[in-house]
């Protein structure tokens, strides 16, 4: 990549952070914005504002390219692309409610209005199939009184990341899915990923409900396959001599299946997998289809944990204690969230 456009990141929690640092590290001009004061005053001082593995010392390296401010117009003409890093929380019918990313869309929109330059703006945070095209798009235009496609560009590109290694996974990503309002918008995208990553990824581009549907359809996959080795395991405990790693490490050499995400462990947790899994069976029922498949990996999700806190407890004589070492999600990370580890204690 010969030329380096500054990019600016709005969000600057767990996930923005950490891709604000390594543009920056990999020589772009970076302007992060987010509400946060403190946020904003540790990232100007190169400090981390949130706990990651390699995010200090990569801050520090970088912190002649990166700014940061509370003031997202600031960011956005001081910039030739934004990427949009938000929460999306969850919602008590099990889908995402885009409330931060339409803020986000009405201040950039109100940004662009008086920038002449073409801007590319990128989605990243997890959202629902048509959020993008109907929800940010829409607020992008009346704000900014442009047109997309003509004035500025638009992308859905969410991250497949993982607490704890969101550096090394940002940087070395499986491959690069590129939601794109048109093919201008999708190829400036994917030269700016190809300037910022250490491995040379396939691209899958493709339109912007797609991408959106790609995204919780990879999740909600892998924790099917997690619940599979989870309920063989339950079988293995019950029969004499039974293995659950024998079976599934068999299992995964048949090329059909493979060995990702198959081993019997406790149930799986964090702050995506539970929920693209439900945001799934969300959608199916919105649409009218049965969400029978989702709605049975959750349940039985719920199971693994009652099974293991009955089994521990069928051990443990009256007035005794257990122990329970590590209480986040994973390794590496300091998020409880959905953990078996905390909802077992």
Known sequence: MTKRPPVSIIGLGKLGACIAACFADKGFTVVGADVSARTVDLVNKG??????????????????????????????????????????????????????????????????????????????????????????????????????????????????????????????PEFLLIGEYDERSGEQLAELYRGVVDNEPEVARMSLVNAELTKISVNAYVTMRISFANMVAALSEQLPGGDVDTVTSALGLDTRIGRRYLKGAVAYGGPCFPRDNQALAYLARQLGQRASLAEAVHDFNGSTNERLATRVLGMVPDGGSVAILGLSYKPDSNVIEESAGFLLA
């Open 47 to 172: 400090q981390a504002p949130v706990t990651e593995p390699g995010l200090a010392e990569m801050l520090q390296r970088a912190h002649s390219r990166l700014r940061a401010t509370q003031d997202i117009a600031d960011a956005v003409s001081s910039t030739e692309a934004t990427l949009i890093v938000v929460p999306t929380p969850s919602t008590d019918e099990g889908g995402f409610t885009i409330t931060y990313v339409l803020e986000a869309a009405k201040s950039i929109g109100r940004a662009l209005r008086s920038k002449p330059a073409y801007h590319l703006v990128v989605l990243t945070s997890t959202v629902l199939p048509g959020s993008t095209e109907y929800g940010m798009i829409r607020v992008l235009e009346q704000e900014s009184g442009k047109r997309c496609g003509k004035d500025f560009g638009v992308c859905y590109s969410p991250e497949f990341i993982a607490l704890g290694q969101v550096i090394k996974d940002f940087l070395n």
